[in-house]
């Protein structure tokens, strides 16, 4: 059964905290691993990555995909308040059909 | 662009009781997505649909779920009767047919049933 696993389930850190997130995978027809954030209702696009390796940037957050291990990480430098969110990894696979895992959920303190 | 938009933002009905969803993806989007994100859990894909012919509904529960994409644009989720179970936050997103940028997701609608 395809599935997508994150680690950890909940993380409390204080501001300027470095935080990493897990996500590993089994899915069928794997095409891509996503990262979305989602504050209140809805998910928002962080990252698509689909080659091994390459690190992905966007400000203080990070991406990399393994695709021999089947996992990813996703790095958030300095964290601010602004931070708190559950983020999400998905599994992108046959024909264009998204799996999530059930998310980290970040609380970033003062 | 404008995004996708979705109505109700809240609805709170009793069991049994039917309830209907609205969506408008974003324009010239050719597929459309219905996922149930129940609390604590990740969003879980309910139908997906390619212009208004549907691709995957195989984790929609056809007892009491229906979805219709009417002309290839907006669509409308129903439950049929409701169950305390179907409280969740029903999102509908949107994608081209080249992917490079994952999906676009509404705001949801959350369901309560009591």
């Known amino acids: 059964e395809d599935k997508v696993v994150q680690s950890p389930l909940s993380l409390v850190v204080h501001e300027g905290d470095t935080v990493t997130l897990n996500c590993s995978y089994e899915?069928?027809?794997?095409?891509?691993l996503l990262w979305y954030k989602q504050e209140k209702k809805a998910p928002t696009f962080l990252f698509m990555l689909?080659?091994?390796?390459i690190e992905k940037k966007s400000g203080r957050l990070s991406s990399i995909l393994d695709k021999k291990e089947l996992f990813s990480i996703l790095n958030i430098t300095a964290t601010q308040t602004g931070d708190s969110a559950v983020y999400l990894c998905?599994?992108?696979?046959?024909?264009?059909?998204?799996?999530f895992g059930t998310g980290t959920r970040l609380q970033v303190f003062p | 662009e404008a995004g996708v938009a979705q109505s109700p933002r809240y609805k709170i009905i009793e069991k049994r009781q039917s309830v209907a969803f609205w969506c408008n993806p974003i324009?010239?989007?050719?597929?459309l997505y219905w996922y149930q994100q129940i609390l604590g859990q990740g969003p879980k894909l309910l139908i997906q649909?390619?212009?208004?012919?549907?691709?995957?509904d195989s984790q929609l529960p056809k007892d009491r779920f229906s979805a219709e994409r009417l002309k290839g644009v907006d669509s409308t989720l129903k439950i049929q009767p409701a169950k305390l179970e179907d409280s969740a936050v029903y999102l509908c997103?949107?994608?081209?047919?080249?992917?490079?940028?994952?999906?676009?997701f509404g705001s949801g609608t959350r369901l309560t049933v009591v």
């Open positions: 899915v069928t027809n794997f095409r891509s």
């Open positions: 998905a599994g992108f696979y046959n024909t264009d059909k998204l799996i």
């Open positions: 324009s010239g989007h050719a597929t």
């Open positions: 997103a949107s994608s081209p047919l080249s992917l490079s940028h994952g999906y676009t």
């Open positions: 689909t080659s091994s390796g």
């Open positions: 649909f390619q212009n208004n012919g549907v691709v995957d």
